[in-house]
């Protein structure tokens, strides 16, 4: 056990260790969160029956985190983090476009998750100690928030500033944990599903089925494109890439399909508590615990969060290296940590409106995210063929390009027809996205599932494939022995 020294260079083979199974507890244990059943209160919510709710988000689940998975195999294959392998699709300099929307779309996600761990840790000192941590109307002191703050802040940072193997080991036993309470939470809430007026809503047509679909995509698998590599690369090289995509996507899925289950079956026989839950899931699916539950299980809630920030805070270190900041692996994640502290602290103690805005702006982002992963996926067959040659992530001259205009065009184009697809709930978003769309399909489940995101990665993936494998242009980089297969 060490502080990680590698940051965006190839992991050497006697560094390389483990399973490929290792890395499911990684992504079990900050995807088995509560938040989980209102991903299937939100699918249910687009008008589908309640079986059209389970199939659609099961599929979109399991189709969204397989893309992880794949994109993942690349880590062990190169030991390269994913936003520093994609630079041999998009170029040396050129990679910094797509990586810098990664980047903030990552640190987003983090900031919103180091609040709600926050106010989580917060509520429940409140409810335990009214007469110390709460203040008027039962709400947590401004001490009590600020000190569950910097706590929060504090165990994020030492974890992930430490690295990949103390990840690792933390992530594994935080799995176990949520898992086994979990199992218990779901017991505890199987009364309040009134099985008797579960299954009355007709069906939805195709396009709703689809919309749920793809609903279901961007709000878990899609968000990690760019992550996967990131905790695989220090698998050996010759790890089969079956495994590695099983167990990536069985960590990502198998969770998440459960709890979506669960909040679609809460949504269609419950339709206060699910209309709660939307609004403020923790509090509303906590709210029916017996409190000698309510207690370990707001811990544990605190804990799976804080999985979720430690992993992104160290990719999004990674990202920052990826960009050219000149600096160690810990020195990012360190810099990481104070920005996520600046905009956590103005989410909990300046604005009253900017999460939701914001939370508009992620999901606008991911336009750009998922067609760079579709375009690096495309470009796999390339990088294979080139016997995943490291050179290749290097500027023009040292064995790869500056700029790949093949790649940069394609998600140019496909980032302008996603933006064109999309709506947003925020009005000065609204003004930004949907130019595409007439005024009638503005209001189309097409438009407000977002389903112009699969639309923008099936462009962007199509584009390149085209001007690289039939049209060939660009498929070669710059002075690069091809059987050279970094195996020195």
Known sequence: MKVETNGVNPVTDNERYGTPAGLFPIWFSWNVSILGITYGIYVYSLGLSLWQAIFAGVL?????????????????????????????????????????????????????????????????????????????????????????????????????????????????????????????????????????QSGTTPDAGLLTFIGGMVMAMTMVGLGFLNYGGDFARYLPRSTPARKVVFWTSMGISLPVSILLILGALLADSNPALSNAAASEPIAALTSFLPFWFYVPFSIVIIISLLAAAITGVYSSGLALLAMGVPASRSTTTALNAVIIAFGAFYLLFISDSFLATFQSFLATVSVVLGSMGAIQLVDFARQKRLNWNTAMAQPSGAGGRNGRWTALLSLFIASVVGM?????????????????????????????????????????????????????????????????????
């Not at 990664?102 to 761990?117: D, E, H, P």
């Not at 939470?185 to 009364?191: D, H, T, V």
């Not at 999309?422 to 005024?439: K, M, N, Q, R, Y």
């Not at 399909?441 to 584009?463: D, E, H, R």
């Open 60 to 196: 979109g689940y399991f189709l969204s985190s397989t893309l992880v998975g794949v994109l993942a195999v690349g880590g062990p294959r190169t030991g390269l983090p994913t936003l520093t392998q994609t630079r041999f699709a998009f170029g040396y300099h050129g990679n910094k476009i797509p990586t810098l929307f990664a980047y903030i779309s990552n640190m987003g996600w983090k900031v919103t998750i180091i609040t709600l761990s926050s106010t989580t840790g917060a509520s429940l000192f409140a409810t335990l100690w009214p007469a110390v941590f709460a203040a008027e109307g039962g709400h947590p002191t401004l001490t009590c928030l600020l000190g569950w703050f910097v706590v929060t802040l504090a165990l994020t940072m030492s974890v992930a500033i430490y690295g990949h193997q103390l990840i690792m080991k933390v992530e594994k036993y935080i799995a176990w944990l949520t898992g086994g309470m979990s199992i218990i939470f779901i017991i505890l809430i199987m009364p309040h599903i009134h099985w008797s």
């Open 420 to 488: 064109g697809t999309i709506t947003s709930g925020d009005p000065w978003i609204a003004h930004l996205v949907g130019f595409l769309l007439t005024e009638e399909t503005k209001t189309s489940v097409f438009a407000t599932a977002n389903i112009g995101v699969v639309v923008a990665m099936l462009v962007g993936a199509t584009l390149y494939a085209i001007l690289t494998y039939l049209c060939h242009f660009d498929v070669l980089p710059s002075t690069i022995d091809v059987k050279d297969n970094n195996h020195e």
